[in-house]
C-alpha cells in the first residue's frame, strides 16, 4: 500500500468515527512542561491522565491537572509563586475551563482589538469556533571569545495559531523565517552533519550564516471521548522523563506522522507512525528519500507512586511506501519484522518514574538495540551488545527552599548503539540522531539548578560532562551512527569507550525575565572545553555571551553537544 494513501485510510475512518471534543497540545521546552512535572511530583502522586514522559501533553488535561492543585490544603501548602505559575498557565489554556472562558482579560488591549486576553494577540471565541492567533518573535546576538567571524546572532519571525472547530476538530500551525550565525562548535556540527540543529533544509552552510524555515502544525480529534485521541501532524514528539531520551528526543527536525494515543484506568498507550528523512550528503532544493519508522509505547501507573514503561520500535526502507504490516497498533513488532525476514532496525526498551516523599523523583530508560544472551552476560566485549541507559533524579524545593529545585541525569550509551548495517535504517532523521545528540559511544553527565525566586524571574545553571570514543582515519568504533557497523575494526574487546578518548565539559548560566505574558528578556554565559586524549587533536575551548529577547518561542538551545 503506497505510504500516503495507508495514512489517509486510518485517517479518514477515524475521523468518520469521531463525534467528540478533541484537544491542542502545550508547545515543548517550554516552563508549562517543567510546572506540570514539579507540581505532579509535589502532590505526592502521579496523574492518572497526563502521563508526562509522553510529550507533547493535551493542554485540556493540564488544565484539569491545575484545577484538582488548587483545592484544598495541597494548594495552600504551596508557595505564592507556584499559585502564581498556576493561575498563569490556566489563563494561558482558558479555553480548557470548565466554562471554556478562563482567560484573563487585558486591563489594556490595543486599539479595544489586539491583547484582550493577556496572553492572546487575536482571540476569537464563539459556540462553534475558537482560534487564538500569537505572534512570534525572537532577537539575540552571541559574544563568543576568539572567534573572527563577527557578529553572531538568532533571529525567528512568524505566528502561530489554534483552535477548534465545532468542539470536533482542533488545529494548530506555526511557522517562523529563521536567521542565525552560530557559535563555533554549533557551526562544527552543521558542518560534518550537513543539518542545523532541530531544523531540516536551509541556506547558507558556506557563508557560516544559516537561513531555515522551521514550520509544525496538526489536526486532533477524539475518537472515544476521555480515552483515544488521533493527531495527524508534522511535528516532534518526546518519550521520557529527561533532559534527553534514550527512546525519542525532540532534538531532530520534525518529520510527519500518525498519533494515536489511548488511556484506560492507569494505562496509557501511544502509537507512533513516522515518515523519515536518511543520511544524505546535500542540501540541494530537491526531493530527499523517505524510510519510516513504527513506535509504540505502553505506559502504566502500577502505584500511586511508580510508573512503569514498555518501548519499542522499527526503522525500515520501502520504496515509495509504508509496510502495511507495521501499521498494526499492536505491541510486540519484532515477530513481525521477523516474519518478513527484512534486515530493519527494531529496539526495545524499559523506562520508570518514582515519586518519593513530595520531593523527589527518580526516572530512568534502558534500550536494548541488539541481544543474545550468551553474548551480553560473556563479558568478552562483543561489538554487538548494544545497549543505552539512563538514570536521574530530580529534587524540587531543594534543602527546603521554595521554588529551588535540581535535576541530575547520567546516561551511558554503548558502541555501534543506534547504527544499522546501512546508512539508511539507522535511527536517524534528516543526519540528526533520533536519540541522544551525541550519538553513541560516551558516558554522560548533566546537572540542572533552577531557581524561581521571583514571579516573573527564571534562573537556570547547567553542567554537562562526557567521555567519548571518536574514530581515527578509517576505522569505525562505533560513536558515529550514521556509518554502518560493518566498518568495525574488532568483533570483541570492544569497551564502553571505543577509540580515541575525548572529554568535554560545558557550562552555562540564564536569566529569564518575563516582561509581559511570554515575552521574556534574557542573558547568559556559556564555556565548553574539548580535549582530546594524548593530544590526538588540538583542544577546543569557547566562552561565549549573549542576550536578546523572545517572544511566544522557546529558547534557542547551543548548549546540547
Known amino acids: 500500500m503506497h505510504k500516503k494513501a495507508a495514512f489517509l485510510v486510518i485517517l479518514l475512518s477515524a475521523l468518520a468515527a469521531s463525534v467528540f471534543a478533541q484537544t491542542t497540545y502545550l508547545p515543548l521546552n517550554t516552563e508549562d512542561n517543567y510546572l506540570l512535572d514539579r507540581l505532579e511530583t509535589r502532590s505526592g502522586r502521579l496523574s492518572d491522565s497526563l502521563f508526562l514522559n509522553m510529550k507533547p501533553v493535551m493542554r485540556n488535561r493540564a488544565v484539569d491537572f491545575l484545577e484538582t492543585q488548587k483545592e484544598g490544603a495541597r494548594y495552600s501548602g504551596l508557595s505564592h509563586i507556584d499559585r502564581y505559575d498556576i493561575a498563569r498557565m490556566i489563563s494561558e489554556n482558558g479555553e480548557w475551563t470548565a466554562n471554556e472562558d478562563g482567560a484573563v482579560e487585558s486591563k489594556h488591549p490595543w486599539v479595544h482589538t489586539f ?3 493577556q496572553f492572546d494577540f487575536i482571540h476569537v471565541h464563539t459556540n462553534n469556533f475558537f482560534l487564538v492567533v500569537n505572534p512570534i518573535i525572537s532577537g539575540e546576538l552571541y559574544s563568543e571569545s576568539n572567534n573572527k567571524a563577527g557578529s553572531l546572532y538568532w533571529t525567528a519571525r512568524g505566528a502561530e495559531l489554534r483552535g477548534w472547530i465545532s468542539k470536533r476538530i482542533g488545529f494548530y500551525t506555526s511557522v517562523t523565517d529563521n536567521q542565525e550565525k552560530e557559535v563555533s562548535f554549533v557551526d562544527t556540527f552543521n558542518r560534518n552533519h550537513i543539518a542545523v540543529p532541530g531544523a531540516d533544509y536551509y541556506l547558507g552552510r558556506e557563508s557560516g550564516k544559516y537561513d531555515y524555515l522551521q514550520a509544525s502544525g496538526y489536526v486532533d480529534f477524539s475518537v472515544i471521548k476521555d480515552h483515544m485521541n488521533v493527531d495527524f501532524g508534522y511535528g516532534k514528539n518526546f518519550i521520557g522523563n529527561g533532559l534527553t531520551s534514550m527512546f525519542l528526543s525532540d532534538f531532530s527536525a520534525a518529520y510527519p506522522y500518525l498519533k494515536i494515543t489511548t488511556r484506560i484506568w492507569k494505562i496509557n498507550y501511544q502509537n507512533l507512525f513516522m515518515e523519515l528523512t536518511p543520511t544524505h550528503g546535500n542540501t540541494l532544493d530537491e526531493l530527499q528519500p523517505h524510510k519510516y519508522a513504527t513506535m509504540h509505547h505502553l505506559s502504566m501507573n502500577v502505584t500511586k507512586w511508580w510508573n512503569i514503561g514498555l518501548f519499542e520500535s522499527i526503522i525500515f526502507d520501502r520504496t515509495n511506501s509504508y509496510e502495511i504490516r507495521y501499521l498494526n497498533p499492536i505491541i510486540f513488532l519484532g515477530s513481525m519484522e521477523q516474519s518478513l525476514g527484512s534486515p530493519d532496525k527494531k529496539h526495545l526498551g524499559f523506562d520508570t518514574k518514582i515519586i518519593l516523599l513530595r520531593h523527589v523523583q527518580l526516572y530512568g530508560q534502558f534500550l536494548l538495540d541488539e541481544f543474545k544472551a550468551s553474548q551480553f552476560f560473556g563479558h568478552n566485549g562483543w561489538w554487538g551488545n548494544k545497549w543505552a541507559l539512563q538514570m536521574g533524579a530530580k529534587y524540587f524545593d531543594a534543602f527546603g527552599i521554595k521554588n529551588f529545585d535540581l535535576q541530575g541525569e547520567l546516561n551511558i550509551v554503548r558502541p555501534y548503539t543506534y547504527t544499522h548495517s546501512d546508512t539508511i535504517a539507522n535511527y536517524t532523521n534528516y543526519n540528526q540522531p533520533l536519540a541522544n545528540p551525541l550519538g553513541a559511544d560516551f558516558i554522560q553527565f548533566i546537572g540542572v539548578a533552577k531557581y524561581q525566586p521571583a514571579k516573573r524571574l527564571y534562573l537556570t545553571a547547567k ?12 576505522s569505525d568504533y562505533g560513536s558515529n551512527i550514521f556509518q554502518s557497523y560493518n566498518n568495525r575494526p574488532q568483533e570483541y574487546g ?14 552555562n548560566f540564564n536569566a529569564a525575565y518575563e516582561l509581559r505574558p511570554n515575552l521574556f528578556l534574557e542573558l547568559g554565559a556559556t564555556n565548553r572545553s574539548y580535549t582530546y586524549q594524548n593530544g590526538f587533536q588540538p583542544n577546543y575551548t569557547s566562552t561565549y555571551f549573549y542576550g536578546g529577547f523572545r517572544l511566544n518561542i522557546a529558547k534557542r538551545d547551543w548548549e546540547f553537544y
Open 463 to 474: 553542567l554537562m560532562y562526557y567521555i567519548q570514543g571518536v574514530d581515527t582515519g578509517a
Open 115 to 117: 491583547y484582550q486576553k
Open 494 to 507: 570492544v569497551t564502553l569507550i571505543n577509540g580515541v578518548k575525548t572529554n568535554c565539559i560545558l557550562l
